[in-house]
């Protein structure tokens, strides 16, 4: 048996620890997207990193050759970081040494992994599946994919009742830049700290999407576009001011964001996202850090 067969089970039914619980990493972001690998409770310890000896290997130039460990210990599991090069993520906080706890998510280089530990690991593992199908691996709000069934179920409704519907489209200025000047993995950390922040400020009826890239959308429902344009420089004002720092670096960040209205002449989703874009290309036109209809 080969070191890593040794150290990833295959059936979950082998590698319940003595509380009857199954340890999974599942790849939410990477190129392995969706793969599941369980972890053996037994084993002295499960190492990623870029070395092809590694237990879980990570072809990626920003991970180290042995870049972190997870192991199951008497009081669960932990993960330590191996001395790397570019840190160990825990739910976005760099690690020397923490406990994983379930739906707790690790980030080594560009690859993701959210970490379930649970009784049902099947069904925690196929809800997970469908998760990914719609939530953005590195920001953790929905995608593209998403944005596409709810506009489609929006634009159906306000072309039934008569209602108004606004679309934000922005994108972060000079992004090209940012990575080049604080390197690869700063970008990462604006779009996940950005996404973060303005997530919080999204309703429950309205939906805030990673559209590309360095692309976000914002769907408003019932809302005209006065009060979308009002609302997009609240979110442009917000991202200006935030205290965005990685590595040791202050990293200043703007957007230029563009807003669509809905015409109850449109009938596909597609018009709606191309009128949002139109108004963003508008906004960069102007300039950096501006908002336009």
């Not at 072809?59 to 192991?71: G, K, L, P, Q």
């Not at 609302?231 to 990685?246: G, L, Y």
Request: with cysteine; proline share 3%.
């Amino acid at each position: 048996m080969s070191k890593t067969d040794a150290s990833i089970a295959t059936e979950p039914g082998l590698s319940r620890d003595d509380t009857g619980h199954t340890a999974l990493l599942v790849t939410i972001r990477g190129p392995k997207l969706g793969q599941k690998q369980v972890l053996d409770p037994e084993t002295k310890g499960i190492r990623l990193g870029r070395d092809e000896g590694a237990d879980i290997p990570l072809n990626d130039d920003s991970v180290s050759r042995f870049h972190c460990e997870i192991i199951r210990e008497q009081s669960g599991w932990f993960i330590t970081d191996l001395g790397s090069t570019n840190g160990t993520y825990l739910s976005n906080q760099v690690v020397d040494r923490a406990p994983i706890e379930n739906g707790d998510l690790i980030k080594v280089g560009a690859t993701i992994f959210k970490f379930l530990y649970t009784q049902d690991i099947e069904s925690a593992f196929h809800e997970e599946i469908y998760r990914i199908a719609i939530i953005d691996g590195l920001t953790q709000i929905y995608n593209s994919r998403y944005l596409d069934e709810f506009l489609d179920r929006e634009i159906s409704r306000c072309r039934r009742h008569g209602r108004p519907m606004s679309l934000i489209m922005f994108d972060i200025d000079g992004f090209k830049e940012i990575n080049e000047q604080f390197g690869q993995l700063s970008g990462d950390h604006v779009l996940k700290f950005v996404a973060g922040k303005l997530n919080r400020r999204i309703r429950r009826e309205e939906l805030f999407v990673r559209y590309k890239a360095d692309e976000f959308v914002v769907a408003l429902p019932e809302t005209d576009l006065d009060d979308a344009l009002k609302f997009a420089d609240i979110i442009r004002e917000s991202v200006e001011i935030m205290p965005i720092a990685f590595d040791g670096w202050k990293i200043p960040v703007s957007i230029s964001v563009g807003v669509g209205r809905f015409d109850h002449k449109m009938t596909k989703s597609s018009e709606l996202v191309e009128n949002a874009t139109d108004a963003l290309n508008r906004a960069k036109d102007k300039g950096r850090n501006q908002v336009s209809s």
